[in-house]
């Protein structure tokens, strides 16, 4: 027998063993099935999609649900370190399963020490302010960044409050061909913004409580000029408040203390700063910096 044909025989050999242990585990979880031992399901499962992980796209939109309940949750916990595990967690995103409900979930692979994707943490805090779950969103981020919650609620630009990981509970800083956003030490974000365009700077979500603040704004034109506004949403309201408007020359440096208000009922803020370069012909480059929010004197 050539080299050739023993190699067909070898492939043969282990396609039947496949389909026999594919079979063998297929009569296990029909077996676990009709026993009601949930537990055991999952271990047949877990057997299945470590060896045939192609069967996933079959097996795994059908187990998200288990992610939605404390017991289903308590099943999954001894497999949070599957490489099956994540796309599980991205079907029951895409199914709608209760984010606090996953944040959980990714929570016991954290602790046994597993990775999670930046873009899956973001997409989940998102999908947690958007069902108005701000406390638990900001716990689960302060819990995973490490950092204690009230550094969360600092409202100038740090490393923390500017992490792109947690935004919208940080500042969202734009990142594409018509404006992008860095964050420098102290303070400072600098801009690069397209000509002749009507763009978002920062954007970010908070929970501060209803009173008179001020905060101190640094801004410093590198190049171009263009005016500046910043704009505060109440309860994800589309009515809104112009706080401050400036008109900055070339070279300009600016220290502004900007006043805003939040109202009595106002229990969920949307700060956004909004740039207009007019009719330039001509990209512009400024930074600025964001101090903290201070309660005024009444």
């Known amino acids: 027998m050539s080299a050739d044909e023993r190699a067909d025989t070898a492939l043969h050999l282990a396609a039947d063993v496949s389909r026999r242990n594919m079979q063998v585990q297929a009569a296990l979880l029909q077996r676990a099935a009709e026993a009601d031992d949930a537990a055991d399901v999952l271990a047949h499962i877990d057997r299945i999609l470590r060896v045939y992980p192609e069967t996933g796209s079959e097996i795994l939109p059908g187990l998200a649900g288990l992610i939605a309940t404390s017991e ?21 995103v895409r199914r709608q399963v209760e984010p606090g409900a996953i944040a959980l979930m990714l929570s016991s ?18 999908k947690m302010l958007e ?44 990142a594409g061909r018509e404006v992008s956003g860095t964050y420098r030490p102290h303070g400072a974000i600098e801009f690069l913004v397209a000509p002749d365009s009507f763009l978002k700077l920062l954007e ?22 263009l005016m500046l506004e910043w704009i505060l949403y109440c309860n994800r309201s589309a009515q809104y408040r112009p706080l401050w408007r400036q008109d900055l020359n070339p070279g300009d440096v600016r220290e502004e203390r900007i006043p805003a208000r939040i109202d009595p009922g106002c229990t ?21 910096g964001l ?8």
């Open 109 to 126: 692979r954290r602790r046994a020490g597993g990775s999670l994707p930046k873009e899956l943490i973001s997409v989940l805090i998102a």
């Open 268 to 288: 969920r803020q949307r700060w956004v700063l909004r740039a207009n370069t007019g009719a330039s012909a001509w990209p512009m480059s400024l930074a600025v």
């Open 72 to 92: 289903g949750r308590a099943l999954l916990s001894p497999y949070v370190d599957r490489p099956w595990f994540l796309p599980l967690v991205s079907q029951a």
């Open 131 to 174: 069902q108005d779950a701000f406390p638990e969103a900001r716990k689960w981020a302060a819990a995973l960044s490490g950092k204690p919650e009230t550094l969360l609620d600092y409202f100038g630009a740090s490393p923390l409050t500017v992490n792109q990981v947690y935004a919208p509970l940080t500042w969202r800083l734009p």
């Open 291 to 298: 101090n903290g929010l201070e309660a005024v004197p009444q």
């Open 204 to 225: 970010r979500s908070t929970a501060y409580k209803p009173g008179i603040y001020s905060f101190r704004q640094e801004t410093k034109m590198r190049t171009g000029s």
